[in-house]
């Protein structure tokens, strides 16, 4: 454990053996920077493929092989993938959250 200096705030971190480690935030474009990183964003996108794809064959596939799909069909399937893409990203920001010591606004 350290404590690093950052954007003239202290915080305490948890560092891996070789003194890196993933992003953390405590402002929303801190936040975006947490989301885009690649290690997370791998994660994310893995999720809501393996996910989405399940609730696309739960909820979409029959109408899609009877040929009846509409475009509020396939749009409802773009969601579909598009929701545990979402809460996947939430978890990560909330695990990868500081607060910050200087009293500052949360973001």
Known sequence: MSTTPRNGATRTVLVNPRGTGPPSWSSWPEALRVV??????????TISVVVGTILFCINQLDVVLRGDATTAVWIKSAVTYLVPFCVSNAGVLVASRFERDDGGSRG
């Open 36 to 45: 885009r990183y690649p290690p997370h964003l791998r994660k994310t996108v």
